[in-house]
């Protein structure tokens, strides 16, 4: 791990800015911050800290969705002397109050780049997904950065994310002496990581499209902070597709779990579960559904190169140690 | 009944006893009769016979009822005719020799692995059975100018198309595998709105097929594998019958430009038989902007549903033509539009020639000379 040696931008004497504490990523990637033998000083910026975090990171209230929240954050970043700002207050899951989400998400993105640029902040690394390439059934088997982010219309979250990676694309063109990283994780699993992902897979009997049966991809969650830390710490610039090796369908993922499926026709399924999933997500169905039907693999190879990503855990891994620890867990 | 005579020594109830027992019946059903009013509907003949007194041979005979005596003579016969026939078969040992014999891959034999295209070489070794007596027995397959295939890393076939499922892909695919000396199988590149359809793309991942786009071929190219491409695309595999065998044009023609920059060696390739398996009599527009995919309409679809699914039986050939080598080709020229243009109709020549050899070959569609 020559990279991990390689602490240029998050070693003592250093500044990171953090927001989204509240999500998986944020509050991990502060912890190991935290416990390295020199760490660097963290600034949180959120509406509320994580009680873990109280008194050992810099706090400031910030709402993101605030029409003044820009100028904010960029005294913020001025007075703490940010040099790096991870960008992780999104939602993990699709929210089903639209307007709040895009406010957050898209506007919330925007402040923080235009906070960042005016601070003089050297990096800006933001979390995305790889779901804004959006499960098309003319997808190359594996999508690589430079393809076209099409999510689909009934995705919001995901045209969210999608608007905020084009956002992210023109601000990294007028901002050239700024590094902006944005990551793009398959979906991840493993043992602490929650989402309405993995939720679904919780269960016993797991509901798939008849007829599909879609290669997948997983990234396990240590290689996931460790691709967040990979790119605090490198000068990596541009998009980055992150998934562990290998591919397997969804029908051996389930056998391998020793879970049953419960195959529904797609066009039953997505009228039958309209009104739940409305509730729970705010998107139709095939918001989710579409990625049990159609290919989105993603294509690692530039994060191998550019970025020194290297993943521990394959996806058959990945998906073993998910399922694994939840089964100890007696979730089932 | 306390006072009945116990049957003697063959079992035999002595004919006193029975009279008895008789007797009290009829009294018991008179009385029936005369409580809840039901009149007597036994035939009078049969009454007049049990008025009389019992014989002893006639109540040997037990009691049948006369009604069903004439249509429970062929149908309980061949009944238990059939039983006895079949009383030693397991049905399970039947049903996994069928298994055995037909060797349809199922959920059973797939394994935890595949390769990054979705290849399931398990499930593959498991189909080769069935692909086998498809190109042995089904269509007859005969191959020939295989020796003309050479031993490179890359390679790129490029053959006529026709059928909506891919059936020439795996033919070709699997004449490669079985009368190369080298065993490799290519991997064909299929057309990408089968993905759409259920059933289809998970089944032909796993036996070594690729959707067909510029990304895929190039990556299965760089990997050193052999590929097969179908250049006429979807004109191609929704062509009417009346124009079978005239190749359609070859679109972008992307497989020059890729196959000279990688230097892989085009290999044309003639399928003869491939276009009668479903000959297509119209394909109405109407019905592709209602369902979403193309409908072709063929003597037997959608008139026989899901049987029409089922390919014709035609003797095909498949004939491997002289490669065509990129060696000498400087890399700027690869993206010339004109050498580009040029190169792919050379090779839709090459193509056509191949089958205008071959067609007049075959006597007829379906038998083999």
Known sequence: MSARRARRSVGPGTTLAITGLGTFTGAQIAERLLERDAPARIVALDLRLPRRLEGRVRFHRVDLTEPTADSLVAEILEKERCDTVLHAAFFTDPYPDLEYAHELEVVGSLHMMNAAAAAGVRKLVVTSSAQVYGPHPDNPNFLSEDHALRPQRAAHALRDRAEVESLLRIFAQRHRAMVVTSLRPCWIVGPDYASAVTRRFDASRVVTLLGYDPLLQFLHETDWLDAVELALERDAPGPFNLAGDGVLPLSTLLRLAGKRSLPLPHPLLYRAAYLDAVARSGDSPEAFFDYLRFLWVVDTRRARAELGFEPVYTTHEAWMSFVVSRKLRGYR | MSDAKPPDANGRIPPEALAELRASVRALRGELERRFGIPDTSPPARAEVDEGEVDPAEADVPFTAPAFEPTAGWFE??????????????????????????????A???????????????????????????????????????????????????????????????????????????GRRPRPLVADWLATLPFSQSRLARIGAVRACAENAERLLLGDQWVIAFPEGQKGALKPFRERYRLQRFARGGFVPLAARLQAAIVPVAVVGSEELYPILFEPRVLRRLVGVPVPITPTF????????????????????????FDEVPPERAADPLYVNRTREQVRGAIQALLEEELPRRRSIFSAR
């Not at chain 2, 008139?303 to 490669?323: D, K, T, V």
């Open chain 2, 108 to 182: 059973a034999d797939v394994s935890a692995e595949v390769d990054e295209f979705g290849l399931d070489e398990r499930y593959l070794s498991r189909a080769r059975g069935w692909l086998d007596w498809l190109f042995d027995r089904w269509w007859r397959v005969e191959v020939s100018g295989v020796e003309l295939i050479p031993e490179a890393p890359r390679l790129l076939f490029v053959a006529n198309t026709a059928g909506i499922l891919p059936w020439d892909a795996l033919m070709v695919a699997h004449a490669v595998e079985r009368l190369h000396p080298s």
């Open chain 2, 302 to 325: 959608p008139l026989l549903g899901p049987l029409g699914i089922i390919p014709l039986p035609s003797q095909w050939r498949i004939r491997f033509g002289e490669p065509i080598w």
């Open chain 2, 77 to 106: 016969g061949l009944g238990r005719r059939l039983r006895a026939r079949f009383e030693d078969v397991d049905v399970v040992k039947l049903y996994e020799a069928l298994r055995e014999r037909v060797s349809i891959p199922g």
